[in-house]
């Protein structure tokens, strides 16, 4: 059970981060994935009524990879915390499936009060570097928060926002439901195939040329630097 949960979150860092090179490299070197796992027995330890137990786990957690999730928070499937440092998730928070976090984002509270006051993410849900989304809002599936947004209402599903305060930008995403982009950024999926292959070969041509340019170069040079050495030493 364990080892499944571990290969699936390793599988989602390998197929979502660009520069996740290897299923050792995502063990060993992402804090997001260890603040995931200590996340699993702190939640444990909070649901058997062990308080403490839990609040000073996640606290090692803490300490050990820079992230902040309160054991009382519930996390989804498949959640990636890329880079993590910084990254607060409060009491109340719930997030969905599927959903992206990097670096400095705040789950939190807006005002003081009792109660559910922390966000509920959807599912397959992209926040950026540095985004705050506060109170008890929610942010529906497939939506991307921009970096350094502060969110304070809630974002329909399939919208990005922007801002502080957030709001949504004019722009429709070119497809909704779950897929993945990384940094939220879709692909140009509207540039013909052809142009694209074109824009390929024309870069390969510049690189052909340049060596060429580069091969005559050392040519020329070549029969200049054997007269000199045929040439009588002077004194
Ligand atoms: C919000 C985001 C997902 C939008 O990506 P996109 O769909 O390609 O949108 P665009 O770049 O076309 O931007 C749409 C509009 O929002 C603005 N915008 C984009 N990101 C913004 C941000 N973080 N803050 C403020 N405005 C932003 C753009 O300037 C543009 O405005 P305009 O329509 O007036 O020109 C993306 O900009 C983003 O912030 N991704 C997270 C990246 C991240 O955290 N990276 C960390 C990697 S380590």
Partial sequence: MAYMFLRELIRTYRERDPAARSTAEVLLCYPGVHAVLW???????????FLLAGRFSSHIARWLTGIEIHPAAKLGRRLVIDH???????ETAEIGDDCYLYHEVTLGVARTSSGKRHPTIGNNVIIGAGAKVLGPVTVGDNARIGSNSVVL?????????????????D??????GPHFDPYGMPCDDSLDPLLRDLEGLRAELTEVE??????????????RQEQRNSM???D
């Fill in 153 to 169: 209402d809630p974002v329909p599903p399939d919208t990005t926002v922007v801002g502080m305060p957030a709001r949504p930008v």
């Fill in 210 to 223: 340049a060596r060429v340019a580069r091969l005559a170069l050392a040519q020329q040079a070549q029969p």
């Fill in 84 to 90: 993590g440092m910084g990254v607060v998730i409060g």
């Fill in 232 to 234: 009588p030493a002077g």
């Fill in 171 to 176: 722009r429709k995403l070119p497809r909704t």
């Fill in 39 to 49: 996340h699993t027995l702190s939640h444990w330890l909070w649901n058997h009524g």
